[in-house]
């Protein structure tokens, strides 16, 4: 079943960059959701309009951030930011011909791809194309003081906050947490469900007794995240070899050790490194966005990239072209877009053993 999945994907995707199909509403040139007159639609031809699907919060503002720069720099893109629900929702959408781009993490494409999650129930026939590393959420767990948590392995039997359901953050927490060989302090754990402004009150009343704590490294902590330090103390919670192997192992996230110092909360948590499982996001492309946008829009970030930083600093300060490829995911189900790998060939940037269409 599962190889007449990809399979079938395979063959759409082809067909899609090919024919361009069912894009001419939604992807054509002019003004607002009806698309104008249309456009050409064209997956080679001369489009150089990207619709781009962005969730809601940090991830739009870097959209808008990308947008500002590609109006600055670029006289032939027309880039437009279009809300988007979630992740999750970016992806549907980009499946239905909404629009014929998006912000989306690793995680939601690694299970879209394999039918898993949200998608076990209502799949997609197409997964979009890889592009460039936009920015990471790097997670990791601090508990309330007082509740003789130390480890990982004392969150068994503990209220733990792992973000609001519906939040990637969450989904890859727990998708971390549940494999082996953590699997067994996950399944003891008391996981809260409640909204992420209920959570900090909860804290402070004792309801929680762990949560996440996440944000971009050197930039900035989410918005729950800095309300509970202001208002709990908290502390680092030690990761065990167990949580090392199954962040290590799980596709669909990165980990990283970032000095606390680069990267502090208000308070002194225990800790001078923290060990952190990554939600890795990405610019993605429908396959029939046209190779000279997609190029161009690499060439914007890569080339001014300082200007995108200027407006939102939570985008990837790329130190060398290279670096656009830091989360990229590897598999035949997960090709470049034609456009950014000729962006990144004629760069001398391209590595070989990454997927294309080809």
């Not at 600055?72 to 781009?101: H, K």
């Not at 601090?142 to 953050?169: H, K, M, Q, W």
């Not at 208000?266 to 923290?274: N, S």
Request: glycine share 12%; proline share 3%; with cysteine.
């Amino acid at each position: 079943m599962a190889d007449d999945t990809v399979n079938r994907r395979r063959f759409l995707q082809g067909a899609v960059a090919a024919s361009a199909i069912g894009l001419a509403g939604c992807m054509g040139g002019g003004d607002g959701g009806d698309g104008g007159d249309g456009g050409d639609g064209g997956g080679g031809g001369g489009d150089m309009q990207l619709r781009v699907g962005t969730s809601a919060g940090g991830t739009q503002d870097v959209g808008l951030a990308v947008e500002r720069a590609v109006s600055q720099n670029s006289d032939e893109l027309d880039y437009s930011t279009v809300e988007s629900p979630g992740y999750i929702g970016t992806l549907y959408r980009l499946d239905q011909d909404q629009f014929n781009a998006g912000i989306v993490d690793n995680n939601s494409m690694t299970k879209a791809a394999d039918d898993r999650g949200s998608f076990s129930d209502r799949g997609v026939d197409m997964i979009p194309y890889q592009g460039f590393y936009a920015f990471p959420y790097s997670i990791y767990v601090v508990a309330r003081d007082g509740t003789g948590i130390e480890t990982f392995d004392d969150l068994a039997g503990a209220n733990v906050y792992p973000a609001e359901p519906g939040y990637s953050t969450r989904a890859t927490t727990l998708d971390v947490w549940s494999q082996d060989p953590t699997a067994d302090v996950y399944d003891e754990m008391n996981i809260m469900d409640m909204g992420v402004s209920d959570a900090p009150g909860a804290m402070e009343e004792g309801r929680i007794d762990a949560a996440i704590a996440y944000g971009t490294p050197g930039v900035s902590y989410t918005g729950f995240v800095t309300e509970y330090d202001a208002r709990v103390d908290v502390h680092y919670v030690e990761e065990t070899d167990a949580l090392v192997e199954s962040a290590e192992s799980y596709a669909g996230a990165g980990t990283s050790r970032t000095s606390y110092g680069d990267w502090s909360l208000e308070q002194d948590i225990g800790t001078d490194e923290v060990f952190t499982w990554d939600l890795q996001v990405n610019y993605v492309f429908h396959p029939d966005a046209s190779n000279e946008a997609v190029y161009e829009l690499c060439r914007v970030v890569d080339e001014h990239n300082d200007a995108v930083n200027e407006a939102e600093d939570q985008f990837n300060d790329f130190e060398s072209t290279e670096d656009m490829l830091g989360a990229a995911l590897e598999g035949d189900e997960f090709p470049f877009h034609p456009g950014a790998v000729e962006y990144y060939q004629e760069k001398d940037a391209w590595d070989d053993s990454l997927p294309t269409t080809e």
